[in-house]
């Protein structure tokens, strides 16, 4: 069944054209996630970046805060409301949670750096803000309580800086040793080693580097060099240095000293054995000038490789062609590839929705291409993952679709990573892999990729790379939050898994929503497998089903009976005041992770036929999926990962996100677009508290994208669940240069989104899911009619369960 495209492509390009024109950069929100529930806080917001990047960019140039508040703190992304400003650096994650990481390669405008103002100690310089703060796609702009207004722009390894400086002196602080600090201290907080700055005859010119270590990836060391430039030269230069005094393990430092007083130098300065803490200070006395404005460089190779980047990329000290290019940019790769329409007939709320999703899905990861300092390769070169737990249910199958080189560069990286350190991440950062919270998830990424004919990737290898983790037992780098097994990458409980065929809860952490997540991962293996080394494919098949070696067919809660549970090495369950609705504080060491026992039930997407019978037949699962979504009937506190969610249902954290969809699975679509539109109502918005919890990289943008097209992708399977479109007119690029269509006749959103009928390429539809092929590589045509009732239209097969037996 497929849409007679070829007659229509002339004007699918001429649509592209005329669509190119609009800029949807301007109804981009950045700051959708920037705050949680505490009005002016970031605590349980979204944890985002605010300031200018570039879709994937390197750089990612914004303000570093520190919230005094520290119970009440979250500082991954640099960015908070009203924190106090440690400096502006070019580089930063967005949505992250756990340690903070990156906030390095700073600069600081002061005014005064007389007494008590000592440039080694932030408390002394940091500064409140005034006024609101302003950003658009590639811009930020705030202004300092010390009279300076910030302007900043970046491209792809570069950034530009503008201060507008009171009358008076004025200053620049370069911190070499300045990164994002843990606000609650603990095993992954970030950690300087050292760094060097030289200032080139004249003042306006610095080179440098810094390594800092540590951060939610646990990771060692890792070196950016800079370059930095100033429009005007300045009328003093001086480097300093100081000792140390940030206790770490493992390396020189002053421990329990005072914070130093710098001891100024010339104009070079290396840390030396000691790690001691460099940086420069210039300063403007011509009272003249009122703007500094400053270009900065970044990479890891080399200083001379960050001078390139700052001169090609950042040709013009106008920050608004900077600006500009950003915006262009963006609407060309990234905004451009979905068009709705634009005009007063439309809810300008979910345009902006819409428009601001897809840019918080393309701030991470990082291509990073050209810039490995580990190993020399052809291939592409990608960091910042975050995480594939996270990622792989919806985000990577939007990438696939609109970003098909982007993807495929991203995926070839992951698969180098295999070649040359042994293991592909879940997390990496900084270089270094870590951290795994549950299975070795990049496989379901290579999975769905491969059974969407992902262009580019060495297959052979990919699944060599797929059977290290199913199969070897990654070594135990003792992480302090769970020193029980590895957890920098591959799969830590195989020593479980693989001879018992479950993980057991008294000999491993995590050990329901690992035995699922498990299983998942070896279904993935099976569909690669199908290709490449067919003779493998029963055995991960086999496996695959092994979450049913966990499931206690008798287990009660709620009155429904069946679930997921501790099951001991012995081979007994152990039910003893065994509540599936619990999970102690849901992280590293207890029994399911970041989601209780009742919620990672539902996660089966590869075996869903045995799921339903196991939960005891259709009407059952019906009567169980409509209690999760009943307000306060969570027993659980998820605390800053719940977002104040009170159903068992957490829309706030990735394990849940397919799950309103699973009606499709008893052929009610209907409730499906009901539960799911109800979450996307409650929980997203375009505001500042717009996101429930952690954004994670874009995960959660990405699910409310899919939810606004009106489908949902089964991850590992060519497949695409139908749902309920927010828009009359779509079109979405895909496989490059095609387009898919989705139409919706009789769409209101306030109370007629329900489907009455479908269309797929002009033919009636009477499934409830599509298959890749049917839309996506030639692209196509869906025609929903929607309306008011709550209907059942569809009679034809439900999603499939290609991982369908039962052990
Ligand atoms: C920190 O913020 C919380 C939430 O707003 C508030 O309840 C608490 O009193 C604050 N603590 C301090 C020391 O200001
Ligand atoms: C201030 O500097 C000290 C010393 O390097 C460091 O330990 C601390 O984390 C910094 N604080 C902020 C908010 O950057
Ligand atoms: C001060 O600024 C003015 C105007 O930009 C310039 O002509 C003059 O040379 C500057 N003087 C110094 C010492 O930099
Ligand atoms: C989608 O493309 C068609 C032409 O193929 C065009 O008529 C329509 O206006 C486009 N819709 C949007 C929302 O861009
Ligand atoms: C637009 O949609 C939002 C929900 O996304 C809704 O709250 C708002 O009332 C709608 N506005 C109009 C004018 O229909
Ligand atoms: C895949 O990579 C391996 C080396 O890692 C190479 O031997 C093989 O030829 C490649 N296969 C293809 C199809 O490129
Ligand atoms: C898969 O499981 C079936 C049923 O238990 C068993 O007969 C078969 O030997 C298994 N195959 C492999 C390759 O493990
Ligand atoms: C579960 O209950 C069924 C029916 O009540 C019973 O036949 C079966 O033995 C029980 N299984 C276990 C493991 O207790
Ligand atoms: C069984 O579970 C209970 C309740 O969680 C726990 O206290 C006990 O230690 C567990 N028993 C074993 C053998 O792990
Ligand atoms: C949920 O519990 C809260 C707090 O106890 C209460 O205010 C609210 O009415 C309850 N909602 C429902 C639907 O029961
Ligand atoms: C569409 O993209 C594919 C893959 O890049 C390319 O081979 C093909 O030439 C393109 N077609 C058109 C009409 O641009």
């Not at 992250?96 to 750096?113: A, H, R």
């Amino acid at each position: 069944m497929k849409h007679p495209v070829r007659s229509s492509l002339f004007l699918a390009v001429l649509s592209h054209v005329i669509a190119a024109q609009i800029d949807y950069s301007k109804y981009v929100n950045p700051f959708i996630g920037a705050e949680g529930p505490i009005p002016g806080l970031a605590y349980g917001g979204g944890d985002i970046f605010v300031g200018g990047a570039l879709p994937f960019g390197v750089a990612k140039v914004g303000i570093d805060t520190y919230e005094t508040n520290v119970s009440f703190s979250t500082i991954n992304g640099g960015y908070t409301p009203k924190g106090l400003v440690t400096a502006i650096s070019m580089m930063h994650e967005s949505g992250t949670g756990g340690g903070p990481k990156y906030g390095i390669v700073p600069q600081m405008p002061l005014t005064t750096v007389d007494e008590p103002v000592n440039v080694l100690d932030n408390r002394t310089y940091w500064q409140k803000r005034v006024g609101d703060d302003k950003a658009s796609v590639g811009y930020y702009s705030t202004k300092l309580e010390n009279g300076v207004g910030v302007e900043i722009s970046a491209s792809r390894h570069s950034g530009i800086m503008q201060y507008e400086f009171p009358a008076g002196d004025k200053h620049v602080l370069i911190d070499i040793s300045h990164y994002l600090p843990s606000e609650h201290g603990g095993s992954n907080a970030q950690y300087y080693v050292g760094g060097a700055i030289d200032i080139q005859p004249g003042g306006r010119i610095y080179t440098g580097y810094t390594s800092v270590g540590g951060g939610f990836s646990e990771s060692a060391p890792s070196t950016v060099y800079f370059c930095g430039e100033f429009d005007s030269a300045p009328d003093q230069s001086n480097t300093f240095r100081g000792r140390l005094t940030d206790p770490i393990r493992g390396y020189h430092t002053f421990s329990n000293g005072p914070v130093p007083e710098p001891i100024f130098g010339s104009n070079s300065e290396v840390s030396g054995p000691l790690n001691d803490r460099v940086g420069a200070l210039f300063t403007w006395s011509n009272a003249t000038i009122s703007t500094i404005k400053s270009r900065v460089g970044i990479s890891f190779i080399s200083y001379e490789k960050a001078c390139y980047f700052k001169n090609e990329e950042i040709t013009s000290w106008k920050l608004q062609d900077t600006v500009d290019a950003a915006v262009k940019e963006w609407n060309e790769d990234v905004f451009n590839k979905i068009n709705v329409p634009i005009d007063d007939s439309q809810n300008i709320t979910n345009i902006r929705l819409m428009y601001s999703s897809l840019y918080f899905m393309h701030l991470m990861p990082s291509d990073r291409t050209g810039e490995n300092p580990l190993w020399d390769s052809d291939e592409p070169s990608w960091d910042d993952f975050y995480t594939f737990w996270d990622i792989f249910r919806c985000t990577i199958s939007l990438y696939h679709l609109i970003q098909p080189d982007y993807y495929s560069s991203m995926i070839r990286s992951v698969i180098d990573i295999w070649r040359f350190e042994g293991f592909m991440p879940d997390g990496r950062s900084g270089n270094y892999n870590g951290v795994v919270q549950g299975g070795s998830n990049a496989d379901n990424a290579l999975a769905d990729a491969y059974v969407k004919g992902l262009h580019g990737i060495n297959w052979t290898d990919a699944y060599q790379a797929m059977v290290k983790d199913a199969e070897v037992i990654p070594y135990n780098t003792f992480s302090l939050v769970d020193p029980t097994n590895g957890i920098k990458e591959g799969r830590g409980a195989l020593y479980d898994w693989i001879p018992l065929g479950y993980i057991s809860a008294d000999r491993s952490t995590r050990a329901v929503s690992r035995s699922v997540e498990y299983a998942l991962n070896d279904f993935s293996l099976a569909q690669v497998a199908k290709g490449v080394a067919p003779g493998d494919v029963e055995k991960y098949m086999n496996r695959s089903a092994q979450w049913q070696n966990i499931w206690a067919h008798n287990h009660t809660h709620k009155g429904f009976t069946g679930f997921l549970a501790p099951r001991l090495s012995t081979g007994e369950f152990n039910l003893t005041d065994y509540n599936p609705a619990l999970c102690g504080s849901c992280e590293w060491k207890d029994i399911s992770y970041e989601g209780t026992p009742f919620e990672y039930s539902f996660t089966v997407p590869h075996d869903m036929e045995t799921l339903i019978q196991f939960m005891g037949g259709e009407a059952e699962f019906e009567r169980r999926l409509d209690y999760i979504f009943v307000a306060n009937t969570s027993e659980q506190s998820l605390a800053s990962n719940g977002a104040g969610i009170t159903t068992i249902m957490n829309i706030g954290n990735e394990p849940d996100f397919a799950t309103p969809y699973e009606y499709n699975y008893l052929n009610k679509q209907w409730k499906s677009v009901r539960e799911s539109r109800i979450l996307a109502n409650q929980f997203f918005h375009d505001a500042n508290y717009g996101v429930p919890g952690n954004s994670d990289a874009g995960a959660l943008n990405s699910w409310l994208i899919w939810q606004m097209l009106g489908l949902y992708p089964v991850v590992t399977q060519p497949v695409y669940l139908i749902e309920s479109p927010w828009f009359s007119d779509i079109n979405m690029t895909v496989n490059f240069n095609k387009t898919l269509r989705i139409k919706a006749n009789g769409l209101d959103n306030a109370d007629s989104y329900y489907v009455q009928s479908v269309k797929v390429n002009g033919e009636p539809w009477e499934k409830n899911w599509l298959e890749h092929e049917d839309i996506m590589v030639d692209g196509g045509l869906i025609e929903f009619e929607l309306g008011k009732e709550q209907k059942i239209w569809e009679t034809g097969s439900v999603p499939p369960s290609p991982g369908h037996r039962i052990l």
